[in-house]
C-alpha cells in the first residue's frame, strides 16, 4: 500500500514564513469545481471555503499552514483532504471548526461566515481521550444533545439510543470509556457527532490510532452509516488508500504550507474496473510527490 511519508515533509526546505512569498501552484491543476456549472455548484454547497490563508503566530515567528486553499463541499459528499503530514490539514478542519480565524479568504456554512465553532458542525479526533471519562457510553452520546442541542433529558435519550444503536454498542449503553476498545471509544465518538445531526460532520484521521484491521472494519461501517443516512462529511487523512475508500471528491494538498495540488472525483462507475484503486493510488502518488517520480524514471 502506498502511504504518505511524514519524512518527506521534513526534510523539506524550510517554509516561507510571509505569504506573499509563497509560491504559487500552476493555476492549470484539474480541479472539479471548475467543471459544469460552477455558480449553481456554489450555491448548493453545504461548506464553502474560499481563499483560506490560515497561520499561526508562535513567539514572534509566523507559520504559515495553508496558503489560499479552495473547496466547497456539497450535500452528502464524502469530502476528504489528502496530503503528508503537516500540510495543514488539521488546520483546515479547525478553521471550518471555527476554532482559527483564516487571515485570508473566508469559510462559509451554508452560506453564513463562520466566526466560531456551533452545534452544526461536530469533530471527530483520531484521539481515543476524547470521550469524558466519568461518562458512560449513553451519558456521553446525550452530553452535548443536552448542552449545545437544548434537548430535553427524555430527547436526548432517545436520539442518543438511536445513534447508539446505529454503531452496534447497545450491549455497552452503561460502560465507561475505559472498559472499551479503541475501536469501541471512536464508534462512540461518531456515534457522539452524528447524533447532533450536524450540517457537516468533520473527522481528523479518525482511525489513524487503530490496528488495521480495525481500521478497515471501521472505515466500512462508517460508509455504511453513510449508506443509511447520506451525512456530509469533511474527512481528513493522509493515506492514499483511506481518502480512495472514503472519498466521492479527494482535495489533494501539497506539503507545508498547504495549497490545492487538484481536486479528484471517484465516479461511481469505477468500482467495476477491476484493479482501479491501484491505479488511482498510484496516480494520486504521482501527483502528490511528481519529484520522487521524476527521480525514478
Ligand atoms: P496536518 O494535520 O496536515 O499534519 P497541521 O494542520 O497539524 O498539519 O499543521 C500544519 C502546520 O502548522 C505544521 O507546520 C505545524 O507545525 C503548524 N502548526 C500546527 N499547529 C500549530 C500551532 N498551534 N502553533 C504553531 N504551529 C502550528
Ligand atoms: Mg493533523
Known amino acids: 500500500m502506498l502511504g504518505i511519508h511524514a519524512e518527506r515533509a521534513a526534510t523539506a526546505a524550510p517554509p516561507p514564513v510571509l505569504a506573499r512569498k509563497i509560491p504559487r501552484l500552476s493555476k492549470n491543476r484539474p480541479m472539479l469545481a471548475d467543471i459544469g456549472d460552477k455558480t449553481a455548484m456554489l450555491e448548493s454547497a453545504v461548506l464553502d471555503v474560499r481563499g483560506a490563508t490560515i497561520q499561526y503566530k508562535t513567539g514572534n515567528a509566523l507559520v504559515t499552514a495553508t496558503y489560499r486553499v479552495d473547496f466547497s463541499v456539497l450535500r452528502s459528499d464524502r469530502f476528504v483532504l489528502l496530503g503528508p503530514s503537516g500540510c495543514g490539514k488539521s488546520t483546515l478542519l479547525k478553521a471550518v471548526g471555527g476554532y482559527i480565524p483564516p487571515v485570508e479568504g473566508e469559510i462559509r456554512l451554508g452560506g453564513k461566515r463562520v466566526t466560531r465553532p456551533g452545534p ?75 447524533a447532533m445531526e450536524p450540517d457537516i460532520l468533520l473527522m481528523d484521521e479518525p482511525f489513524a490510532a487503530l490496528d488495521s484491521l480495525t481500521r478497515r472494519q471501521m472505515q466500512d461501517e462508517l460508509l455504511q452509516l453513510w449508506s443509511d443516512t447520506k451525512f456530509t462529511l469533511l474527512f481528513v487523512t493522509h493515506s492514499i488508500a483511506e481518502a480512495i475508500k472514503i472519498g466521492n471528491r479527494i482535495l489533494l494538498l501539497s506539503p507545508h504550507p498547504g495549497q490545492v495540488i487538484a481536486e479528484l472525483g471517484c465516479p461511481p462507475s469505477c468500482g467495476a474496473v477491476l484493479g482501479w484503486e491501484a491505479a488511482f493510488e498510484t496516480r494520486i502518488h504521482g501527483m502528490l510527490f511528481p519529484q520522487e517520480e521524476a527521480d525514478s524514471a
Open 120 to 194: 452544526d458542525r461536530m469533530m471527530v479526533f483520531q484521539e481515543f481521550d476524547q470521550l469524558l471519562p466519568w461518562k458512560t457510553v449513553l451519558e456521553n452520546v446525550m452530553f452535548p444533545l443536552r448542552e449545545a442541542g437544548g434537548m430535553s433529558r427524555r430527547q436526548a435519550r432517545e436520539r442518543a439510543l438511536a445513534y447508539v444503536e446505529k454503531v452496534g454498542l447497545t450491549r455497552v449503553l452503561g460502560s465507561y470509556p475505559h472498559t472499551l476498545s479503541g475501536g469501541m471509544k471512536q464508534r462512540v465518538a461518531i456515534a457522539r457527532g452524528m
